[in-house]
Structures are given as C-alpha cells and as structure tokens.
C-alpha cells in the first residue's frame, strides 16, 4: 500500500518537475531518475561506501542545443536552480500553500534570478505564497509585499515598506 502511494507520488512530482522545467527553460529539458539497489541506470552506475546507490539522480540541460548535466556536473546557479524547481515540484504533489526561501537567488546570475522571481510569480497566481529574503533587484521587483528588516540594540523591528524603498535598498546594497 505504501509502495503504491509513494510511487504515485514520485511519478506526480517527475511529472511537475518537468513541466515546471520546461515553463522556466522553454528550451531546456530535465528527467528525474529513479535508482534502486537491484536495478540502478546504465547511465548512473555510482557506488556508495562499495555498495550500489539508491535513491534518484537529476539530470538537465538548459539550451535545446546543449548537453545535458548531472546536477553535480552543473554551476552552482544551476543546481540552485534545479534544486528550487524540485522543492516546488514537490510541494505540488502534496499541495503546499507556503514556501519560506532565505536568499534562494544568490547563486543565480540576473537572467536565471529573473526566471526564478516569474516561476514565483507564475505560483503565487494560484494562491501560494511565498516569504523571500534577498538583496536582488530582480527578485524584489516581483513582490506584492515588502517588509524591512532592521536589528538594533538586540532587537528586530520590521515594517511594511514601499516598493520604491525596497528596490533603492536592493540597488544600494549592490553597488559595490
């Protein structure tokens, strides 16, 4: 019976991983391998501690004419990428309503930040929220909602502020 529903379940989230992929990176494609002791992948034949490896491998690619990467294989940006579209893939199966990211973008260059700041967007569409940290233009120019944060005399105080003031800050803090 539980073999039954968690096979369901990881069918469901390859599928929104997919699909998830695909609306980021129109041109990109990606596949959730699943691997077990007795019958790992050809192409994921990995030892563990001398014993074969179970569990799933991740693999993508990001331009329709580009190789595909395992995730261990890609740039940071990119697993961060990868890493964020399985989290929400996930919560699509099991229809969560809330995710709560600190600085999920910092390894992400201006282009994939913007991606992940619509695939956000795209979300939250459908009811789902989303608490984000970040010191990027790109990501903060696609809220609905922005708090400052400030730490004085070993207390936090946070308030509601403009989206003006919280793109002057994002800006200020990276101009270096």
């Known amino acids: 019976k539980n073999t039954k529903k968690s096979k369901k379940t990881l069918l469901s989230v390859s599928?929104?991983?997919?699909?998830?992929f695909k609306t980021a990176l129109s041109d990109g494609k990606s596949c959730i391998i699943l691997e077990n002791k007795k019958f790992p992948p050809n192409l994921t034949k990995k030892k563990r501690n001398g014993n074969k490896k179970s569990g799933c491998d991740i693999f993508a690619k990001f331009e329709k004419k580009g190789p595909f990467f395992?995730?261990?294989?890609?740039?940071?940006?990119?697993?961060?990428?990868?890493?964020?579209?399985?989290?929400?893939?996930?919560?699509?199966?099991?229809?969560?309503?809330i995710y709560?990211?600190?600085?999920?973008?910092?390894?992400?260059?201006?282009?994939?930040?913007?991606?992940?700041?619509?695939?956000?967007?795209?979300?939250?569409?459908?009811?789902?929220?989303?608490l984000i940290s970040t010191f990027r233009k790109e990501m903060t120019g696609y809220g609905d909602k922005w708090f400052g944060i400030a730490f004085s005399k070993h207390l936090t105080k946070i308030k509601t502020i403009s989206k003006l003031t919280a793109l002057k800050f994002t800006i200020k803090k990276n101009d270096y």
């Open 15 to 20: 599928k929104n991983f997919n699909q998830i």
């Open 70 to 97: 395992f995730l261990e294989q890609m740039s940071n940006g990119q697993a961060s990428l990868v890493s964020i579209i399985l989290l929400l893939s996930i919560g699509k199966a099991l229809q969560v309503l």
């Open 100 to 130: 709560i990211f600190d600085e999920a973008d910092a390894n992400l260059d201006s282009k994939n930040c913007l991606l992940l700041a619509f695939l956000f967007k795209k979300f939250s569409s459908f009811g789902i929220q989303f």
